[in-house]
């Protein structure tokens, strides 16, 4: 593990009527490089288009594609994530995005803040997610 991860919890014990199975963690100690990414949306990152999908599962998997590609363009690795905010315009994605989710951060447990919000830059984005990743020194 790449940094202290302090307080680790799994979200099937925390919100187990939701069905979710993220690697999380109350607080994270890390030292080193850190990497703030703007918050991603289902777009490519070349092109700035949009996916062609409003299904909340496959925007997030372009979201999540989207940060991995970043944190490893600045050298870093998807255990070097330590924190992610998620952006949601409907409390009914929640578990779709939060089970996507977490097939890319299964044993990373980063802290992670989930907002419901009235609308994103774009309507048809249901989900932005950003993150900060730390390489370690």
């Known amino acids: 593990m790449a940094h202290i991860r302090h ?3 799994n979200t099937k014990d925390t919100y187990p009527e939701q069905k979710l199975d993220n690697d999380l963690a109350q607080a994270v100690v890390a030292r080193g490089t850190t990497i703030f990414l703007r918050g991603q949306c289902p777009q490519d990152l070349d092109t700035a288009r949009n996916i062609d999908s409003h299904d ?4 997030t998997h372009k979201v999540m594609q989207n940060i991995r590609q970043l944190v490893e363009e ?3 690795r998807m255990e070097h994530v330590t924190k992610l905010v998620v952006y949601l315009t409907d409390v009914r994605h929640r578990e779709a995005v939060y089970r996507t989710m977490g097939d ?3 044993g990373v447990h980063p ?3 989930g907002l419901v919000v009235v609308a994103l830059a774009r309507p048809e984005w249901l989900v932005e997610i950003d993150a900060t990743a730390v390489i370690p020194d």
């Open 7 to 9: 307080r680790k919890f």
């Open 56 to 59: 909340p599962v496959e925007q």
């Open 74 to 76: 600045c050298g870093g």
């Open 104 to 106: 890319y951060i299964r």
């Open 111 to 113: 802290v992670c803040t």
